[in-house]
Nanobody, 115 residues
Framework: QVRLVESGGGIVQAGGSLRLSCKAS????????MGWYRQAPGKQRELVAR???????TYAESLKGRFTISRDNANNTVFLQMNSLKPEDTALYYC?????????WGQGTQVTVSS
């Protein structure tokens, strides 16, 4: 069983920065991909960024250059550094991992960007 706990969300003014963290428990962390997704009210959940076990990264095209994903395998933690935040970045941000042992999701952390 894997448990993912996100933190770091909050309210920030447009142009500001936040750093999200996701702490994972259980096996396979270093061998699994880790991802961040987000879901805004009335919209579908979308990929923000993903990092493979080897460190390769994938980003939503619209977020490249502003968001950076990284991982600390020694501490079973993945990070999402978000800079130059915009009101349209307001969403519930979820951590995700897989596929060894299954696909798991965290409960989410709310990010609100005020204009």
């Amino acid at each position: 069983q894997v448990r993912l706990v996100e933190s770091g969300g909050g309210i920030v003014q447009a142009g500001g920065s936040l750093r999200l963290s996701c702490k994972a428990s259980g096996r396979f962390f270093s061998r699994n991909y880790m991802g961040w997704y987000r879901q805004a009210p009335g919209k579908q959940r979308e990929l923000v960024a993903r990092i493979s076990s080897g460190g390769s990264t994938t980003y939503a095209e619209s977020l490249k250059g502003r968001f950076t994903i990284s991982r600390d395998n020694a501490n079973n933690t993945v990070f999402l550094q978000m800079n130059s935040l915009k009101p349209e970045d307001t969403a519930l941000y979820y951590c995700n991992t897989g596929p060894l042992g299954g696909i798991y999701w965290g409960q989410g952390t709310q990010v609100t960007v005020s204009s």
